[in-house]
């Protein structure tokens, strides 16, 4: 049987402690009271389960624009991309991923690009899916430089639970789409910004896979309606 097909997955090595910490929390818990006991072992399980990180199967076509994170679809509005990326002031496309503390959060690249800019910003802790997250909440952004030329921006956004924005790139290197970038601790959220002239092909609502669900495809301007 395939590890994907399995109820256990791969955990990410950045949970191990955190899995150890809730171990010997439920231990003590064990002694003070049976009942609070096991309920630090469901809460053991959820953290360890918080830090999968499963394989996944990324599509290999050409111009296609992968999802960087787990979640849900929950804004597709036109914005300018975060000022310290200087990718200008003419808004794009962007798609924001809602992760919410039962998702995957580690993250991969969209698309195969050089990462040309990374820029971490502090900020607030307001609930990952408001609109105003993407302006005042705590950020990590990257602009990756496809072959083509053409750019694609990619911004970490701490959520309400979240407290620590990781990422494991540094400019000039190189990513593969699909390939792992980073990881937000207990909920937040991802936008994409797409290149000028290219359409979204989800819908606000949708369920995405990291490195698996399609976003766009950069070989037509012409997406589903949303």
């Known amino acids: 049987m395939r590890m994907r097909d399995t109820f256990i997955k ?10 150890a910490i809730f171990a010997a929390i439920t231990l003590i818990l064990f002694l003070i009271w049976e009942p609070f006991g096991w309920i630090g072992v469901g809460l053991t399980v959820w953290c360890y389960y918080f830090f999968r990180d499963p394989d996944r ?25 975060p000022a310290e990326l200087g990718m200008g002031p003419e ?3 962007r798609v924001s991923v809602f992760m919410s503390v039962f ?8 698309v195969a690009g050089e990462l040309v800019k990374l820029a971490y910003r502090p900020g607030k802790f307001l609930n990952a899916s408001l609109d105003k997250a993407s ?19 990619v911004v970490q956004i701490a959520g309400l639970v979240a407290r620590r924005i990781m990422w494991w790139k540094k400019e000039g ?8 970038f980073g990881l937000i601790r207990f909920g937040s959220r991802l936008d994409v910004y797409l290149p000028e002239g290219v359409a979204p092909q989800v819908r606000i609502g949708q369920t995405m896979v990291a490195g698996e669900t399609v976003i766009a495809d950069l070989t037509s301007g ?3 309606d949303h």
């Open 173 to 180: 290197d190189w990513l593969d789409r699909g390939e792992r």
């Open 91 to 93: 808004p794009l496309t």
């Open 103 to 110: 998702n995957c959060h580690v993250n991969r690249a969209p």
């Open 57 to 81: 199967v990324t599509p290999v076509r050409p111009g296609l624009v992968i999802s960087p994170a787990d979640g849900v679809v929950s804004l597709i509005e036109p914005a300018v991309p």
């Open 135 to 153: 302006e005042d909440n705590e950020r990590n952004a990257l602009r990756l430089r496809m072959q083509d030329g053409r750019e694609i921006a």
């Open 10 to 19: 791969p955990m990410h090595p950045e949970g191990r402690k955190f899995v």
């Open 222 to 224: 012409a997406g589903d």
